[in-house]
């Protein structure tokens, strides 16, 4: 069984959790002050700590900061108030994994739980990508997120960094694609050697095997230098080419011929340069389908794709949104030179709500652009853009009484628990005590 430490000085809210949660599988240990935390954290191996962000004898953020020092493979949850979510966000920093704002209900609770332990033993699974090869660099751009999808991605980046296979990656605009390619690059022996992207749908296709492959002085019309091509350029380490099924068949014809033989000769020249590197491509459009119709030759389509990876659209990675949201705003903080310390419930709320469809660089334009207009200390949902304020809501807390009947069990389920009272079943069920009663009313619980 699994053994969380639960740090909350509200005794009757403390033992209702415990309750709970001893219902669902866990072992709880209960602790009202800090001092009685750290005595029982050198005591017994926890599996995950809930604590709460204020406490009689010192607050949360200190005491998250002197767990990870001491037991750094803890996950620690902070539990808030509403009006702490900014103070959370700097917990997040400090290698929180995550908080939850009160009150919250049992369901919410339980996730937060899940999606912890699920991480821990991701961690406790993979201990070998801490100690990979020294020389790898660290990639400070790229957050690996927590949710499914974006472990399945990461399991792959790691499984086909290491070999020289090609790889094709697909996705949505926005999903991460060229991001993907370069943390490939910097997992591979080749991450110091160069990495160079080209994005083939903005080469001009009357120039494109020049820029490809290089040319001589006075080779052409305008070829007033010697140029060396992207291949010679990525010699040695790795050439990313974006958007590949915009290129033309004869371009898709040159290329093939400069995988196959692993040479180049820039034009004009009698002399052809041995390469050595590895292609990464990427598209947002059905390559299969181009083959099919004949735009895209299948024998290069199987060359690019000796591996293919698919970058989950930001709707799908629904628990990263928080870690993105937050690694955005400090990046537009860096740039613009602000110090917003982080969102409201209702932005995150409304960020939870939406459904993205220009994924992840929608994202980040949203973020900054609300960094540049705050004059508070958090981002409120006054900066936001019209279209995600009047986005059709996907997944609303009321999915969680889903159907009368849920709703029903789940209100005596709760009354039960905190032996009817209204005030704790509301707090717990995320409701209104009106709400309550009259839910209460409607199905005949009194
Ligand atoms: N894992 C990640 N960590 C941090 N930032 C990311 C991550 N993935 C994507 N981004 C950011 O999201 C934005 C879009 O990423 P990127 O340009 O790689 O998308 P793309 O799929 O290649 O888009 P397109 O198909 O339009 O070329 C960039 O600002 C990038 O820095």
Redesign the pocket.
């Known amino acids: 069984m699994k053994h969380i430490l639960f740090i909350e000085d509200d005794v009757t809210f403390s033992e209702m959790l415990k309750n709970f949660l001893e219902r669902h599988q866990y072992t709880v240990d209960l602790s009202y002050t800090i001092h009685n935390a750290s005595t029982l954290l050198k005591k017994h191996k926890y599996d995950l700590v809930f604590t709460d962000l204020r406490l009689p004898d010192g607050d949360g953020i200190g005491f998250l900061k002197q767990i990870k020092q001491s037991n750094s493979h803890i996950p620690v949850v902070l539990m808030t108030g509403y009006a702490e979510v900014s103070t959370a966000v700097q917990a997040m920093k400090q290698g929180a994994f995550d908080y939850i704002s009160k009150p919250f209900n049992p369901d919410e609770v339980l996730e937060v739980i899940g999606n912890a332990l699920e991480v821990k033993k991701t961690a406790a699974v993979l201990p070998k990508v801490n100690h990979e090869k020294k020389s790898e660099k660290s990639n400070t ?5 927590i949710s499914a999808a974006s472990k399945t991605l990461n399991e792959y980046i790691h499984l086909v960094a290491p070999t020289n296979m090609s790889v094709l990656i697909t ?1 949505e ?8 390619a370069k943390n490939i690059h910097l997992k591979s022996s080749r991450s110091d050697k160069p990495f160079v992207a080209v994005d083939c749908g903005a080469i001009p296709k009357e120039i494109a095997s020049s820029e490809f492959f290089g040319h001589k002085k006075g080779s052409f019309t305008g070829a007033t230098d010697d140029k060396i091509g992207h291949f010679e350029s990525a010699n040695g380490g790795t050439l990313f080419l ?2 590949v099924g915009n290129l033309t068949y004869e371009n898709q014809v040159q290329l093939l011929r400069a995988l196959q033989e692993r040479k180049v000769k820039p034009i004009g020249s009698s002399d052809e340069i041995s390469v050595d590197i590895r292609l990464i491509t ?1 598209t ?1 459009e059905d390559l299969l389908h181009a083959v099919e119709k004949g735009d895209f030759r299948e024998d290069l389509y199987h060359r690019l794709n000796e591996f293919s990876i698919k ?1 989950p659209n930001l709707k799908d990675r629904h628990d990263d949104l928080i870690l ?1 949201a937050d ?1 955005f705003l400090n990046k537009a903080n860096e740039q613009l030179n602000k110090t917003v310390a982080g969102f409201s419930k209702e932005v995150l709320t409304v960020f939870q709500n939406y459904q993205w469809p220009g ?3 929608e994202l ?1 334009n949203v973020i900054k652009r609300a960094t540049l207009l705050t004059q508070l200390e958090v981002i409120e949902v006054q900066v936001l853009p019209e279209e995600l304020l009047h986005s059709k809501k996907n997944n609303d807390s009321s999915n969680k009484f889903s159907t009368k009947k849920n709703e029903k069990e789940l209100i005596i389920t709760v009354l039960q628990e905190v032996d009817n009272n209204k005030t704790q079943a509301a707090k717990l069920l995320n409701i209104t005590r009106k709400t309550l009663y009259n839910k209460m009313k409607e199905y005949s619980l009194n």
């Open positions: 751009d790229f957050v690996a997120g996705g605009s926005g999903t991460g694609k060229e991001v993907v974006d958007e990427a947002n970058v993105y690694f994924n992840l660089r980040s």
